[in-house]
């Protein structure tokens, strides 16, 4: 420690002050012209934090647990009795996805229908909020020898979550559909139209761009589209919901209360390049059953 | 060399002197990294921004030796690096709202609890005005307004609550001081 005389120091104090609002300053121009600086940072602080923020979240999320349960105890037999409905209902819907599965087999076979390849995917605990008041994403703890890559796809148990945006040694930062920055190619599934899905930073990111002859309908599904090449088709998204006249769209996903995401890898699944389908155009041998997205 | 060979009767005030100089900063600290975690609630992302602005506001009020500015720079900065904002911008808002803190706390810290709070009820919107234009301005996009009015507004409705824990901290951290 250097000794000051006292005025020094003083004036030194008072220097401090524009010196670090300067130097804040100088950190804003510098994130924004190197933006790969700023993400490296971001990501050793997130990785130096994966491990507390592990330790930290899992009793907390056996609290919430333990406390939903504590919850169900008491609508336990109406539960039960809407579940047996349920499933007396959906034993009938099971027997005609079976029989359609079938169906669906022999016509592929029929057409010489290319399968899409197995996506593999790696699930991930959701450990941190890393958004802020400004934008949407959320921190996943993976393991030391990952290997989740950027732009790879995260859904959760119901639909599209987001995608890899910046991946650390032990920690992936997923930037959610609802951020303002996220844009997503969509097909509407009744009218296979075209659009874009654009955050908002709200609950619910706002379509773009659909055709004018065939605008979305209320309720109407929303699932990827395979234009761009940067997601597999027909993943899905959530439902069309109009407020006030501009469509929206509702996440399947439950993006505020995200807790096991599945990150895929879809690399393998993409569009092989044009000299590249000579050699892939032989059909699946027969009895293959595709992987259903 | 001399100071290392003082006997360890003089270590554990020393210690203990530390701790208390340490706790506001350290606290905040871990109050950002606690309020990152998933808790499931919708107006999550809000909390951070108010509890950092709470404590700031708090510590430079009533004890700013505890929070200078290289410390606050140091929040906003880690604050920054935590979410998904441009770098830098957090460290700017927090020492605005730390150095209007100081500029007034002669005549505020003598102030009834209220008067405290309509300060922090005038400063809280300002610093997130400002967050919001910096935003805007480095990220070249119109944001919605309204989380940041809503973290402003949950800043200055949860004040009050955190003012009561940090106030009997406060107290706890200047009762025992030695000397």
């Keep these: 420690m250097i000794r000051l005389s006292i005025p020094a120091r003083q004036a030194l104090g008072r220097l401090a002050l524009p010196l670090l609002f300067a130097g804040a300053f100088a950190l804003l121009l510098l994130g924004k012209a190197d933006a790969l600086l700023a993400e490296r940072a971001r990501v050793a602080i997130a990785d130096a934090l994966a491990p507390l923020y592990g330790l930290v979240s899992h009793p907390l999320a056996r609290v919430r647990a333990d406390l939903a349960e504590m919850a169900h105890l008491f609508s336990l037999a109406s539960e039960n009795a809407a579940l047996r409905e349920e499933n007396a209902h959906l034993r009938q819907w099971q027997s005609v996805a079976l029989a359609l599965e079938a169906e669906n087999k022999t016509l592929r076979a029929n057409l010489h229908w290319i399968p899409d390849p197995d996506a593999a995917y790696v699930t991930a605990r959701v450990v941190a909020d890393a958004g802020g008041v400004y934008a949407r994403a959320v921190l996943v703890a993976v393991g030391s020898h990952h290997a989740i890559e950027k732009g790879q796809i995260a859904l959760d148990d119901q639909g599209l979550v987001g995608r890899v945006t910046e991946i650390g040694a032990r920690s992936a930062r997923i930037l959610l559909i609802t951020d303002i920055n996220s844009r997503i190619p969509v097909t509407l599934e009744r009218s296979r139209a075209r659009a874009i899905l654009a955050g908002t930073n709200g609950e619910m990111p706002r379509l773009l761009f659909w055709p004018q002859e065939t605008p979305p309908e209320e309720g109407e599904p929303v699932v990827t589209s395979a234009e761009a090449n940067a997601f597999p088709a027909g993943l899905p998204i959530g439902t069309v919901h109009y407020v006030g006249a501009s469509p929206m769209v509702v996440p399947a996903a439950h993006l505020t209360r995200l807790d096991i995401v599945r990150v895929f890898d879809t690399k393998r699944a993409s569009v092989a390049p044009p000299e590249a389908t000579a050699r892939v155009s032989r059909p699946a041998p027969p009895g293959v059953v595709p992987h259903e997205w | ?179």
């Design chain 2, 1 to 179: 060399m001399a100071r290392r060979a003082a006997s360890l009767h003089d270590l554990w005030p020393r210690l203990d002197a530390l701790a208390r100089a340490a706790f506001p900063a350290t606290a905040t600290l871990l109050g950002a990294i606690l309020l990152a975690l998933p808790q499931g609630l919708a107006g999550q992302s809000a909390l951070s921004p108010a509890w950092l602005f709470a404590a700031v506001f708090f510590w430079s009020l009533y004890r700013p030796a505890a929070l200078p500015p290289l410390v606050i720079f140091a929040l906003g900065l880690f604050a920054d690096l935590q979410g998904g904002g441009p770098i830098g911008l957090d460290a700017i808002v927090l020492l605005a709202l730390g150095a209007a803190t100081r500029r007034w706390r002669r005549g505020l810290a003598q102030q009834s609890f209220l008067l405290t709070w309509l300060a922090f009820a005038a400063l809280a919107p300002s610093g997130m005005a400002l967050s919001y234009a910096l935003t805007a301005l480095f990220t070249l996009t119109i944001l919605p307004p309204i989380p940041a009015v809503a973290a402003a507004a949950l800043a200055i409705g949860l004040y009050p609550l955190l003012a009561l824990f940090l106030i009997r901290v406060h107290r706890g951290l200047a009762h025992g001081a030695p000397g």
